[in-house]
C-alpha cells in the first residue's frame, strides 16, 4: 500500500526571535513542564436514551475512570463542542508617505478550515455491490457535508484511490465514484472456499469442527484425494490463507494509522469516515489494532464507522456444501459468528475514539448522515496511571458515572475505549514538552490559562510578497513568577504557526522568553498591560489560519489562539 505523505512540523527548524529587552533573554532549552510524562487521555462520547450526546450538563467529578480495576484521579477534563473559529484579521492601508498603516478589517473575514473529514472506503473487504450503494450514498450526502469551512479527502484501503485534503465539492465526489473493487484474486470462486475466518479457526482456535468441515470441503472439491492427503491439504491451505488475511488486515488498520499520522497535522476539529464490510482481526494483529487507537487519540481524530453490508443474515451458502450435516452446521455458525466479528471490529474503531458506528441498515442515506457528523459534544478525560510500568502490556478501562442528585448512570450510554496500551519506554521531560506544545499548535481548542490577546498585522512589499506579524500580548496579571534573589523569573515558550486555506502547515516561529525581571521592571510591565511578543512570517498573497500557543513554566498554563487572515493578491 502507497504511504500517505505526512507534512512533518519540526519545531527545531523554528526561528528564534532575539528580545530587546536586557532582563529577558532567549535560549533554545526546552523549558520542563512537570504535566504529562504518564498523561492517558481518553475520549468519549455520552448519549441519553434518545441517542443524543450530552455536554454541559456533566462535570469532571462525576466520571469514574478505572485502570484494571483501579479507580484513578482524573487529572483533566476537557469539554470539546463542535462551534465556529471566531475569525480575527486585520489589514493594511497606506497613508500620504506610503507607510503602511493598520486597521480592522471591515470585509467579511476570510472562511477558515475548521473542520476536516477523511473517507476512507474499505475496497479490499468490501462487495463490490455493497461498495457502489456506499459510493452513491455518499456522493449523495456531499453537499450537506461540505460547507465552507470543511476540508475532504477520500482513500482507499488498497490506496490504489487517493485525494488530498480539499474544498472541491466536485473533485471529492468524482474520486469516490472512481472507486472500485480491489482488482487481486480474493478467492470468491475457490474450492473449499476458505476464508481467514475460517483459517484462524482451524489455527489458532483449534477448533475440531472447523477443521473436519474444511477436509469434507475439500474431498467434496477433490474427488478421490486420499483422507490423509485431504488433512495435509487442510492444513497447508489454512496456513496460506491466515497469511493472506492477515496481510489485508494490516492493510485496514495501516490506512487508519497513516490517515490519522495525516490529520494529526491538520489545524481543527478531524474525523473519519470508515466503510467497510468489516474485517478480521487474530490475537497476533489486536496489538496493533491499540496502537491505532491510541495514534487517533493522541491525533483527537475521531472514527466513525459503516458497515457497508447493511440488513445481513446468517444464510447458509450453497457453495460450502449444504448436502452435508456437518457443512451445513458449521456453515451456520461460521457467517454467524463471522458477521459479528467483523463488524465488532468496526465497532471497536468507534467506541475507541468517541466515534459513531452504524450497522445492520440499509438506511444508507440516514448512515452516511451520522457518520459523516461529529458529536456536539465530546469529552476528554486524562489520568496518569499510579504506578505505571513500561512494559508494553494491556490495561483495560472502564468508565462509569457517578449517581448524583439529577444524574442517574442508568439513562447513559457511554462509548469510549476499551483500553490502552502501556509505553514500552518513558519519555523524557524534553520530548513531553515538545509533544505538549505540538498538540496544542494542532487542536482547534481554544485556552485562555495565560491571558493573552492575539492580532494579526500584514503589509505587502510586492505583488506577491507579504509580510504577516502575528502580535501576542500577554497579561503578566496571569503569568506565575518565581522570586529568585532580586529577579522575578519565568519563562514563556510563544509558537505562532500559519496554516494555508486546505490546513496545511505553512510556517512556523517558536520564540522562548527567559524573563528575570526586577521589581521595577514587572511593575512598569504590568502598568502597560503586559508583554507584546511579535513574529513575523514572509507569505504569499491567500487565506491562512495563524494558530498562536503560549506556555508558561512556572505556571504550568497554557494559551491557545485562532485567528485567521486573507492577504489579497
Known amino acids: 500500500m502507497r504511504k500517505l505523505t505526512v507534512p512533518a512540523l519540526l519545531f527545531a527548524t523554528l526561528a528564534w526571535g532575539q528580545p530587546a529587552a536586557p532582563e529577558i533573554g532567549t535560549t533554545e532549552t526546552a523549558v520542563t513542564f512537570t504535566s504529562g510524562v504518564n498523561l492517558v487521555p481518553v475520549k468519549l462520547v455520552v448519549r441519553d436514551k434518545q441517542g443524543r450526546a450530552v455536554g454541559g450538563d456533566l462535570k469532571q467529578s462525576d466520571f469514574i475512570l478505572q485502570d484494571k480495576g483501579k479507580e484513578q484521579t482524573i487529572s483533566r477534563y476537557s469539554l470539546e463542542r463542535q462551534d465556529r473559529i471566531e475569525a480575527q484579521v486585520t489589514a493594511e492601508r497606506v497613508d500620504e508617505a506610503g507607510r503602511p498603516v493598520f486597521q480592522p478589517r471591515p470585509e467579511r473575514p476570510a472562511v477558515i478550515p475548521e473542520r476536516f473529514l477523511a473517507y476512507i472506503f474499505d475496497d479490499v473487504h468490501t462487495d463490490i455491490s455493497d461498495l457502489i450503494r456506499a459510493r452513491e450514498a455518499a456522493v449523495k450526502q456531499m453537499g450537506e457535508v461540505m460547507d465552507p469551512s470543511t476540508r475532504v479527502a477520500v482513500y482507499t484501503t488498497s490506496g490504489q484511490t487517493q485525494l ?193 458506528f452504524v450497522w445492520n441498515s440499509n438506511a444508507y442515506d440516514e448512515g452516511f448522515r451520522r457518520v459523516a457528523g461529529v458529536p456536539e459534544f465530546t469529552h476528554v478525560l486524562g489520568f496518569s496511571p499510579a ?25 447513559y450510554e457511554i462509548f469510549a475505549r476499551s483500553g490502552y496500551t502501556a509505553p514500552s519506554a518513558a519519555a523524557s521531560a524534553e520530548e513531553t514538552v515538545r509533544e505538549e506544545i505540538r498538540d496544542a499548535v494542532f487542536s482547534r481548542e481554544e485556552v485562555v490559562e495565560v491571558p493573552v490577546e492575539l492580532s494579526l498585522q500584514f503589509f505587502k512589499s510586492a ?78 498573497p491567500g487565506s491562512y489560519l495563524v494558530r498562536l500557543v503560549v506556555r508558561d513554566a512556572e505556571g504550568k498554563a497554557m494559551a491557545m489562539r485562532n485567528g485567521s487572515v486573507e492577504i489579497p493578491f
Open 387 to 411: 504506578g505505571l510500568k513500561n512494559d508494553g502490556s494491556f490495561h483495560e478501562l472502564k468508565i462509569k458515572l457517578r449517581k448524583r442528585a439529577g444524574l442517574n448512570p442508568d439513562d
Open 164 to 356: 488530498d485534503f480539499t474544498d472541491d465539492q466536485d473533485a471529492v465526489a468524482d474520486k469516490i465514484r472512481s472507486i472500485r473493487r480491489w482488482s487481486a484474486d480474493q478467492g470468491e470462486n475457490d474450492c473449499p472456499p476458505l476464508n481467514y475466518y475460517w483459517a484462524n479457526l482451524v489455527l489458532n482456535g483449534n477448533d475440531p469442527e472447523a477443521f473436519n468441515a474444511l477436509v469434507e470441503n475439500i474431498l467434496e472439491c477433490m474427488p478421490g484425494t486420499p483422507a490423509d492427503a485431504a488433512r495435509q491439504m487442510a492444513r497447508s491451505m489454512s496456513i496460506a490463507k491466515l497469511a493472506q488475511g492477515q496481510r489485508e488486515s494490516r492493510m485496514g488498520l495501516g490506512i487508519v494509522q497513516d490517515v490519522v499520522g495525516r490529520m494529526g497535522a491538520m489545524p481543527g476539529s478531524r474525523s473519519i469516515v470508515y466503510v467497510s464490510s468489516g474485517f478480521i482481526l487474530d490475537p497476533q494483529l489486536r496489538f496493533d489494532e491499540q496502537h491505532v487507537f491510541d495514534a487517533a487519540i493522541k491525533a483527537k481524530v475521531v472514527v466513525n464507522t459503516l458497515d457497508a453490508r447493511g440488513l445481513y443474515s446468517a444464510v447458509p451458502s450453497m457453495g460450502m456444501g449444504a448436502a452435508s450435516p456437518l457443512l451445513q452446521r458449521f456453515t451456520q455458525r461460521m457467517q454467524k459468528d463471522l458477521a459479528f466479528a467483523t463488524s465488532n471490529v468496526m465497532g471497536e474503531f468507534a467506541n475507541a475514539t468517541g466515534g459513531t
Open 463 to 540: 505583488p506577491l510578497e507579504a509580510h504577516l506579524t502575528v502580535v501576542a500580548k500577554v497579561n503578566l496579571d496571569g503569568v506565575q513568577f518565581r522570586k529568585k534573589e532580586d529577579r522575578n523569573t519565568d519563562t514563556l515558550t510563544v509558537v505562532s504557526v500559519v496554516f494555508d486555506r486546505n490546513g496545511n502547515f505553512v510556517k512556523g516561529v517558536q520564540r522562548v522568553l527567559d524573563m528575570r525581571l526586577r521589581d521595577q521592571t514587572l511593575e512598569t510591565l504590568l502598568n502597560q498591560g503586559g508583554i507584546s511578543v511579535r513574529s513575523q512570517l514572509d507569505l504569499r
